[in-house]
């Protein structure tokens, strides 16, 4: 098992709840989440970036 820091741009949702599973969403793509922090939202193109931390089995 190996960690990796990793960035997304994720698009906002309608609720704090739906942004949270969309955000858990796109980094299950990459890992298993271990943390994760949204760092900036961009409020004119309506995104978030989002910077985590995830574990894979190599």
Same mark, same amino acid.
């Given at each position: ?6 960035? @997304?741009?994720?698009?906002? #949702? &309608? *609720? !704090? #709840?739906?942004? #949270? &599973? /969309?955000? /858990? @969403? ?5 890992? /298993? !989440?271990?943390?994760? &922090?949204? *760092? &900036?939202?961009? !409020?004119?193109?309506?995104? @978030? ?10």
């Amino acid at each position: 098992m190996t960690t990796h820091f990793i960035t @997304a741009e994720i698009d906002l #949702q &309608a *609720t !704090p #709840q739906a942004t #949270q &599973a /969309e955000v /858990e @969403a796109q980094l299950q793509k990459s890992g /298993e !989440p271990l943390r994760w &922090a949204i *760092t &900036a939202v961009n !409020p004119e193109t309506q995104t @978030a970036h989002v910077e985590a931390v995830v574990t894979r089995e190599e």
